[in-house]
């Protein structure tokens, strides 16, 4: 089948395995350029690996490591008369390199929150692999349902005690506007909790050690975002920020876990990316256009697989850390610099409908979003018939 972009609000529906394939090949070549990672994992399990940072941080282990890796995502899989979803595709891809390279790379694909797939994931560590050294937590959805309670919960992106009036803007009509968005209600906050912060990470983590599935030095990160003054309403006084306060105390809790075998365990602070789980957020879209404008003029712009690349490479198995207050590792430092968001906020002043083209990098921004499925990517003939099966 010819398979053209179907874009419907922050999300698109449909994935080009061709073009998947190369966005994929194109991060792996970005690691590869870099070159080998000193003292980096040998076996990597990656929990949300198929998209965005936790798709590169596989990536990143596997090419610039030389790591084993187990992903666990969630995604559909294709018939003969739908394409699949784009992580299945960036997972399909990432195997058949890291294959033809001769490291392991295996899957198991379902719902990461639920004991089910805890199971697989240690029965097949036991099985094929063996304890292993780093573990990414790297999951963004907007529900959970907790396997001890049955319970579903459902995340709120709200203010807390009064109302938020933002610009943003509408990523169907283009149409730069104000939304008013209402306080989290405390039952909201606590599902908020639930679902964003740091229990099923926890969890995760806790299940590992118990089966004897974490290796000596075993390193742990999971990574969040934070932002500054422009973003603080929905990112800091929040529902969201209370989920990450929890994921602080989830990583104070895996730390003194992770002592008796030399453990580490991080947060991991990255720069604003144009990703499936910001586009969904009232003011990302416009924030990241203006932040793009301004990063890239400055030679300053970094991508998913250079976040994290650096972040393994100066960070994570690096001597040139950035560690705040919090103990967390910092990659956003040239997104937040002060001249950087004074520009953000001039320009987020003065944007409207009729000049945002030329204010921000809105182009920029849709070609990102649409290479998140596999499309825009150069060299990729898009007019031709693709089969949309492809095995993982």
Not at 108 to 134: H, W, Y
Not at 359 to 372: A, H, I, S
């Amino acid at each position: 089948m010819v398979i053209q972009p179907k874009v419907r609000g922050f999300i698109c529906t449909n994935a080009h395995p061709v073009g998947c394939a190369a966005n994929v090949q194109q991060q792996i070549d970005h690691v590869l350029a870099q070159g080998p990672i000193a003292n980096g994992p040998r076996r990597a399990l990656v929990i949300g690996s198929s998209t965005g940072y936790g798709l590169a941080s596989r990536i990143t282990a596997a090419f610039g490591c030389g790591a084993d890796t187990l992903g666990v995502f969630f995604e559909k899989e294709p018939s003969e008369r739908r394409p699949a979803t784009a992580g299945w595709y960036n997972t399909a891809a990432l195997h058949r390199a890291a294959r033809a390279r001769g490291l392991y790379a295996e899957g198991i694909n379902g719902d990461a929150f639920s004991d089910e797939v805890k199971d697989q994931v240690v029965a097949k560590l036991k099985r094929e692999l063996g304890p292993v050294d780093l573990v990414v937590y790297s999951i963004a959805a907007p529900r959970r349902t907790d396997p001890r309670t049955g319970i579903t919960y459902t995340s709120a992106l709200k203010p807390i005690g009064q109302p938020f009036t933002m610009r943003g803007i509408n990523t169907d009509t283009l149409v730069v506007e104000e939304t008013t968005v209402p306080p989290a209600s405390e039952e909201e906050i606590a599902h908020t909790v639930k679902v964003m912060g740091g229990e099923d990470w926890e969890w995760w983590m806790e299940r590992l050690d118990k089966e004897g599935l974490l290796a000596p030095g075993c390193k742990t990160t999971a990574y969040t975002y934070i932002g500054k003054e422009m973003t603080w309403p929905l990112y800091g006084h929040a529902a969201i920020g209370m989920a990450k306060r929890d994921l602080d105390r989830a990583a104070r809790a895996i730390s003194a876990r992770l002592q008796k075998i030399g453990g580490e365990c991080r947060v991991s602070v990255l720069k604003a990316l144009v990703t499936q789980a910001s586009s969904a957020i009232p003011i990302m879209p416009l924030y990241i256009s203006i932040l793009y404008k301004i990063m890239k003029e400055a030679g300053t712009h970094e991508g998913c697989i250079e976040q994290i690349q650096g972040l393994f490479a100066r960070q994570l198995y690096g001597a040139d850390r950035e560690l705040d207050e919090e103990g967390r590792f910092r990659m956003d430092a040239k997104e937040l610099r002060d001249e950087v968001q004074a520009k953000v906020k001039q320009l987020w002043e003065t944007v409207t409908t009729e000049n945002v083209d030329r204010l921000t990098d809105l182009k920029g921004y849709k070609e990102e979003f649409l290479r998140l499925f596999g499309f825009g990517i150069a060299g990729v003939d898009y007019g031709a018939d693709v089969d949309p099966v492809v095995e993982i």
